[in-house]
Every structure is written in structure tokens, then in C-alpha cells.
């Protein structure tokens, strides 16, 4: 499909042990484009040589450094030597890399070039970041980094703790954790904040923000039972003694008989009178029923909520200051949900950041679309897969829809990018991910067939044909001339 004159065709700008083990490493490491527009806009502003968002006629865009309007389609983990299989330090795809190419800079070409010519723009999350030095045509891929700046924290704080795999939400109310966000920061953003071809930034990547598949406790709970002198556990009572003025109304909503809110500060355990299902299980028809059936259950949640409005402010101000010290350039998208979380803390996200970020492995994208989209931000999805059933992997662990073919595969891709771009919001979606896992499974057990190439390094003809003959189509679906 030939282009519209606005859409740029120079501009192609595009785990987790292992993740805070990378986040580990990246901490003490540092340590020790508005273009021309349709007729009707006919005024075109100064481009300011960093990609930024904007809205025109209802939907929101990226524009790239010259100003042209931009979609950011771009694929994660695109390493060299993706994924050790676990327990062990050997990487079946980089042996492959290895004994077919060499060197690191011969994949790398070959990998530019490759997804380029798919359509791509944009190396997502955990990206080799030399691929977007490379020109293919006159055309090169913006990067897309995320800086694990809770992750680290958590890491450091714990000693070897992690916040994606076990689900620990970084103390944002501990002094340290500004300290070390502007310390990473500095690290990692301040010599790129110069950098056209840096896309913008991703804070961390699906911390917990509610009960989920880590742990049946809510964020309040959880930090009520921090040792007595964390910060967060004396945020967390400081709380609640605001919102009940009487000890009396606290212990008849928590079935507690605490004599003082001292005793309360000293308490060894402070169990939830609650529970509630996983967040992205709830529905407004359970809580009704469950909250009728217990009255004081309401005022539990409204405890949950308020907190996790505190803690969610604390953390996107915190990050996002940190970043915008360190480079006032480029934007941040935050944290990449791994679910709709609650109100308050997309409602915090969407005040902070300039793009909120999610995964979002549903079929159709397009209910988790419209629920980030309350706030009218831009939003970005930062993963998203199917599995194919017929590639010899065991798909037996991983998150996304499996189907049963590769031909299924790319139908699946072309539909549910389709729907996304339908949504006004929506400015980009990161495909999960450039290689195959191994079929021993991943650090986290992780085996599933989520590459655009296998672990041979040989792209999967179906899906990769498909990708090409609708990522360039994407800035014309978002405009609205496709399918809804």
C-alpha cells in the first residue's frame, strides 16, 4: 500500500530472573521529530529533534524527529545470545548466531535488515541498542530501553530480590529509592538525552500493583507487614490512622483488636480480613456481591485503594523525575502494566507520564485499549505474542493465546494489530519477541514459540510476510482508513 504523503519514510524508528539480574549489573555498572500534515492542519511546527506525542482530529500520534506522524512498531529482545537456558549458562540461539555469523556485527546487519524490511521501526524492551545504529536503505530502527529503576532498587534492598518474578514492590516511600532512581538514572539517560534515534523510556516492566499470579495480597497488606521500621510500613499505618480516626472503626473493618495504634506500629503480622481474586479476574458483579455480603468489606478495599493512589503517586513522580533530571529530551512510558490495574494507579501513571505503557497478550487488544484509554493519554503496548503449536516447542509456559499453525499465527498478528490501531489512543505495539525460547525452557522455565525467527535464526516465512504487508499499512489503519 503506497503511504500517505505525511507518513515518514526515512524515519524507521523501530526474561526475569535474568531481568534483575541485568538490572543488578546495569545499577553497578554505573555506579563502581511536526512535519508536513493532511491539508486541514496546514500550520506545521517546529520539529524539535526528539521523537514526541501529539493529538490531531481525536487520535493521538508520535512524531518523529522531523515531525512526521509515527507509529512505533517494534519487537523485543533482540539480543545476539537471547535466553540461557535455565541453570545454565549457555544460549542455544547465540550458538546458533555464533557458528553461522561469527560476530555480534554481522547479526546485527542481518538482523537490521531483516526487520526493517518486515516494517519494523522500534527495538523494544531489552534490545541490543547498536542494531539502531546501523542504516538499511537510508532507513534506521529508535530504541526503546527500559531502566528497571523499581527492579534495582528491589534488587539492592533485598539482596537479590526481585520485583518481576516475585512479585516485590519497591519501599517508594524509603529516601533511598529517589537516591538510587536519580543515580540510575543519570547512569543510564543522561548520555543519550542527545540522542534523536532514543524513542523514550520504560521504567521497569510489570510490577505487581494487586493480587496476581505472584501472591494473594493486596499492596497495603503487604507493606503493613514490612519489618516496623521500613518507611513504607510507617506510610502505610500513617494511612490508615488518617482515614479512621477512631482505632475502634479500624478494628471493626480489619477484625483486629488492637488497644493502640502503637500496638498497631509494633504488630508482627497484620492479616488482611480480606481477599480478593486476582485483578485482572475481578469484575464489578463479584465485588458487588462479595461487598454485600460483608459491608465492611467496601471500606477494606477503600483502605487498598487509597494506598495504592499514595504509593502509585510516590512512584511515577519519583521515576519520572528522575529520568526528566537526568534527560529532559525524550519520553517516558512508564512501567508496562501486565494488567489493568486499579484506578488510582492508572490515574497516577497517566499524570506523570507522557505514554503509558502495557502488555496486553489478549486475542483482541481492544477492551484493555479503551480501559487505559479513560484518562485520554497516548498509550503504547509493549508486548504482545501468539504461539504456534506446530513449531516443536513445548508452549507449555508463557503467557499469550497458542493457535495451531503459523498461518494462524500471522492471521492472529494482522487482526490484532488491526483492532489496536482502530483505537484513538494507541501510538505503538512491540511484538514478544525477536527468537524463539529454548525448548529446555528460559531462567524462569519460560518455552515457548514466541520468535519471529527460531532458534536457527531462521525467520518464520508466514508470520514474517504477514508483519511486512501490515506494519506499513499502520499509520493508515490509525488514521482510520482500515478495518474497525
Given at each position: 500500500?503506497?503511504?500517505?504523503?505525511?507518513?515518514?519514510?526515512?524515519?524507521?524508528?523501530?526474561?526475569?530472573?535474568?531481568?534483575?539480574?541485568?538490572?543488578?549489573?546495569?545499577?553497578?555498572?554505573?555506579?563502581?521529530?511536526?512535519?508536513?500534515?493532511?491539508?486541514?492542519?496546514?500550520?506545521?511546527?517546529?520539529?524539535?529533534?526528539?521523537?514526541?506525542?501529539?493529538?490531531?482530529?481525536?487520535?493521538?500520534?508520535?512524531?518523529?524527529?522531523?515531525?512526521?506522524?509515527?507509529?512505533?512498531?517494534?519487537?523485543?529482545?533482540v539480543q545476539f545470545?537471547?535466553?540461557?537456558?535455565?541453570?545454565?549458562?549457555?544460549?542455544?540461539?547465540?550458538?546458533?548466531?555464533?557458528?553461522?555469523?561469527?560476530?555480534?556485527?554481522?547479526?546485527?546487519?542481518?538482523?537490521?535488515?531483516?526487520?526493517?524490511?518486515?516494517?519494523?521501526?522500534?527495538?523494544?524492551?531489552?534490545?541490543?541498542?547498536?542494531?539502531?545504529?546501523?542504516?538499511?536503505?537510508?532507513?534506521?530502527?529508535?530504541?526503546?530501553?527500559?531502566?528497571?529503576?523499581?527492579?534495582?532498587?528491589?534488587?539492592?534492598?533485598?539482596?537479590?530480590?526481585?520485583?518481576?518474578?516475585?512479585?516485590?514492590?519497591?519501599?517508594?516511600?524509603?529516601?533511598?529509592?529517589?537516591?538510587?532512581?536519580?543515580?540510575?538514572?543519570?547512569c543510564r539517560c543522561?548520555?543519550?538525552?542527545?540522542?534523536?534515534?532514543?524513542?523514550?523510556?520504560?521504567?521497569?516492566?510489570?510490577?505487581?500493583?494487586?493480587?496476581?499470579?505472584?501472591?494473594?495480597?493486596?499492596?497495603?497488606?503487604?507493606?503493613?507487614?514490612?519489618?516496623?521500621?521500613?518507611?513504607?510500613?510507617?506510610?502505610?499505618?500513617?494511612?490508615?490512622?488518617?482515614?479512621?480516626?477512631?482505632?475502634?472503626?479500624?478494628?471493626?473493618?480489619?477484625?483486629?483488636?488492637?488497644?493502640?495504634?502503637?500496638?498497631?506500629?509494633?504488630?508482627?503480622?497484620?492479616?488482611?480480613?480480606?481477599?480478593?481474586?486476582?485483578?485482572?479476574?475481578?469484575?464489578?458483579?463479584?465485588?458487588?456481591?462479595?461487598?454485600?455480603?460483608?459491608?465492611?468489606?467496601?471500606?477494606?478495599?477503600?483502605?487498598?485503594?487509597?494506598?495504592?493512589?499514595?504509593?502509585a503517586d510516590h512512584?511515577?513522580?519519583?521515576?519520572?523525575?528522575?529520568?526528566?533530571?537526568?534527560?529532559?529530551?525524550?519520553?517516558?512510558?512508564?512501567?508496562?502494566?501486565?494488567?489493568?490495574?486499579?484506578?488510582?494507579?492508572?490515574?497516577?501513571?497517566?499524570?506523570?507520564?507522557?505514554?503509558?505503557?502495557?502488555?496486553?497478550?489478549?486475542?483482541?487488544?481492544?477492551?484493555?485499549?479503551?480501559?487505559?484509554?479513560?484518562?485520554?493519554?497516548?498509550?503504547?503496548?509493549?508486548?504482545?505474542?501468539?504461539?504456534?503449536?506446530?513449531?516443536?516447542?513445548?508452549?507449555?509456559?508463557?503467557?499469550?493465546?497458542?493457535?495451531?499453525?503459523?498461518?494462524?499465527?500471522?492471521?492472529?498478528?494482522?487482526?490484532?494489530?488491526?483492532?489496536?490501531?482502530?483505537?484513538?489512543?494507541?501510538?505503538?505495539?512491540?511484538?514478544?519477541?525477536?527468537?524463539?525460547?529454548?525448548?529446555?525452557?528460559?531462567?524462569?522455565?519460560?518455552?515457548?514459540?514466541?520468535?519471529?525467527?527460531?532458534?536457527?535464526?531462521?525467520?518464520?516465512?508466514?508470520?514474517?510476510?504477514?508483519?511486512?504487508?501490515?506494519?506499513?499499512?499502520?499509520?493508515?489503519?490509525?488514521?482510520?482508513?482500515?478495518?474497525?
Amino acid at each position: 500500500m503506497k503511504p500517505e504523503p505525511w507518513i515518514s519514510l526515512n524515519i524507521l524508528v523501530p526474561f526475569n530472573a535474568m531481568k534483575t539480574a541485568l538490572a543488578i549489573a546495569v545499577f553497578l555498572g554505573c555506579c563502581l521529530m511536526a512535519g508536513s500534515v493532511h491539508a486541514a492542519e496546514a500550520s506545521v511546527a517546529k520539529a524539535p529533534g526528539f521523537f514526541r506525542s501529539k493529538k490531531f482530529n481525536g487520535r493521538w500520534w508520535l512524531l518523529a524527529p522531523d515531525g512526521t506522524r509515527f507509529i512505533s512498531k517494534g519487537v523485543t529482545t533482540v539480543q545476539f545470545a537471547q535466553d540461557n537456558i535455565q541453570g545454565m549458562n549457555m544460549s542455544p540461539y547465540g550458538d546458533a548466531n555464533r557458528a553461522k555469523y561469527g560476530a555480534p556485527q554481522a547479526w546485527r546487519k542481518a538482523a537490521a535488515q531483516r526487520l526493517i524490511g518486515w516494517g519494523f521501526n522500534t527495538l523494544g524492551a531489552w534490545s541490543d541498542e547498536e542494531l539502531s545504529k546501523i542504516t538499511v536503505d537510508g532507513k534506521r530502527l529508535a530504541y526503546a530501553p527500559t531502566i528497571d529503576l523499581g527492579g534495582s532498587f528491589v534488587a539492592l534492598k533485598t539482596k537479590g530480590g526481585q520485583a518481576w518474578l516475585q512479585g516485590v514492590f519497591p519501599d517508594v516511600f524509603d529516601p533511598d529509592f529517589e537516591q538510587h532512581a536519580r543515580q540510575v538514572a543519570e547512569c543510564r539517560c543522561a548520555a543519550r538525552k542527545n540522542d534523536p534515534w532514543l524513542l523514550g523510556w520504560f521504567t521497569d516492566n510489570e510490577l505487581r500493583w494487586g493480587p496476581d499470579w505472584r501472591g494473594k495480597d493486596e499492596l497495603l497488606t503487604l507493606f503493613l507487614n514490612l519489618p516496623s521500621a521500613t518507611p513504607g510500613r510507617q506510610a502505610a499505618i500513617a494511612l490508615l490512622r488518617k482515614r479512621h480516626a477512631e482505632l475502634s472503626q479500624f478494628n471493626r473493618i480489619w477484625k483486629t483488636n488492637f488497644a493502640s495504634w502503637d500496638e498497631v506500629a509494633a504488630a508482627p503480622q497484620i492479616k488482611p480480613p480480606f481477599t480478593r481474586a486476582e485483578v485482572y479476574a475481578q469484575n464489578q458483579e463479584m465485588e458487588r456481591k462479595a461487598n454485600e455480603a460483608d459491608p465492611h468489606r467496601t471500606e477494606f478495599v477503600a483502605d487498598c485503594d487509597a494506598f495504592l493512589a499514595q504509593l502509585a503517586d510516590h512512584y511515577f513522580r519519583t521515576t519520572t523525575g528522575a529520568v526528566k533530571a537526568a534527560d529532559p529530551n525524550h519520553m517516558i512510558f512508564g512501567c508496562r502494566f501486565a494488567y489493568v490495574p486499579a484506578a488510582p494507579v492508572v490515574a497516577a501513571a497517566a499524570k506523570y507520564l507522557d505514554v503509558v505503557s502495557f502488555n496486553c497478550y489478549a486475542t483482541d487488544p481492544r477492551k484493555v485499549i479503551t480501559a487505559y484509554s479513560v484518562f485520554d493519554k497516548p498509550l503504547v503496548i509493549g508486548e504482545f505474542s501468539f504461539r504456534g503449536e506446530d513449531s516443536g516447542l513445548p508452549n507449555t509456559r508463557g503467557a499469550g493465546p497458542r493457535v495451531k499453525t503459523q498461518a494462524a499465527r500471522a492471521t492472529a498478528f494482522e487482526h490484532y494489530v488491526t483492532w489496536a490501531l482502530s483505537k484513538p489512543n494507541l501510538v505503538g505495539y512491540h511484538w514478544f519477541e525477536h527468537a524463539d525460547e529454548p525448548k529446555e525452557g528460559r531462567f524462569d522455565g519460560e518455552n515457548s514459540n514466541y520468535g519471529v525467527v527460531n532458534i536457527q535464526d531462521e525467520p518464520y516465512k508466514e508470520l514474517t510476510s504477514r508483519m511486512a504487508a501490515v506494519n506499513p499499512k499502520a499509520e493508515s489503519l490509525h488514521e482510520g482508513k482500515g478495518a474497525h
